[in-house]
């Protein structure tokens, strides 16, 4: 066939119209067929091979999509909405971007602009104001930076993000 090595190996025994296909180099098959026609076993064989070639192709166009250059700059913020039986919001600001996918960010303040009375809060960036001097340095991965291993900073988009109020499980 017309795809790549190693994608697959396919043992066939046309004497029972059987055959084994294995991914890769893998030593565990992925089917174990016999087939009431050649024909049947032929479709099913190239049908693997297609899906197989398919899922090569994403995974190599996601690879391609991480190693592009960021397209964020200066002045660009980031949220992260995160916590555990109540909302938190953080922003980010860009202050630094270091080649090609490395962003430096700073956390900055952020306001209420709507509440209810009740367990909701609306709140948006202040942004240039800035909570601590403390620079992160994080990679851009595509369109978000994995901020710590509760927190992942999205784009923020201008809107008000939801959070829980003061005193509602802060």
Request: with cysteine; glycine share 8%; aromatic share 14%.
């Given at each position: 066939?017309?795809?790549?090595?190693?994608?697959?190996?396919?043992?066939?025994?046309?004497?029972?119209?059987?055959?084994?296909?294995?991914?890769?180099?893998?030593?565990?098959?992925l089917?174990?067929n016999?087939?009431?026609?050649?024909?049947?076993?032929?479709?099913?064989?190239?049908?693997s091979?297609?899906?197989?070639m398919?899922?090569?192709?994403t995974?190599?166009?996601?690879a391609?999509?991480?190693?592009?250059?960021?397209?964020?700059?200066v002045?660009?913020?980031?949220?992260?909405?995160?916590?555990?039986?109540?909302?938190?919001v953080?922003?980010?600001?860009?202050?630094?971007?270091?080649?090609?996918?490395?962003?430096?960010?700073?956390?900055?303040?952020?306001?209420?602009?709507?509440?209810?009375?009740?367990?909701?809060?609306?709140?948006?960036?202040?942004?240039?104001?800035?909570?601590?001097?403390?620079?992160?340095t994080?990679?851009?991965?595509?369109?978000?930076?994995?901020?710590?291993s509760?927190?992942?900073?999205?784009?923020?988009?201008?809107?008000?993000?939801?959070?829980?109020a003061?005193?509602?499980?802060?």
């Amino acid at each position: 066939g017309d795809y790549p090595k190693n994608l697959c190996a396919v043992y066939v025994d046309l004497a029972t119209n059987t055959a084994i296909f294995y991914k890769g180099k893998s030593t565990r098959h992925l089917w174990y067929n016999r087939f009431s026609t050649t024909a049947f076993m032929k479709n099913k064989i190239n049908n693997s091979i297609s899906s197989l070639m398919s899922w090569e192709d994403t995974k190599a166009k996601r690879a391609e999509t991480r190693k592009a250059p960021t397209t964020y700059k200066v002045g660009d913020i980031f949220y992260s909405s995160w916590g555990y039986e109540q909302t938190n919001v953080n922003f980010y600001e860009v202050v630094g971007v270091k080649g090609k996918q490395t962003l430096e960010l700073r956390e900055i303040a952020s306001k209420v602009v709507s509440s209810d009375g009740g367990p909701t809060t609306h709140v948006t960036a202040i942004p240039g104001k800035f909570l601590r001097e403390t620079v992160l340095t994080k990679r851009a991965s595509g369109k978000y930076v994995s901020i710590s291993s509760y927190e992942t900073g999205f784009p923020w988009d201008g809107k008000p993000k939801y959070e829980t109020a003061g005193g509602w499980g802060h």
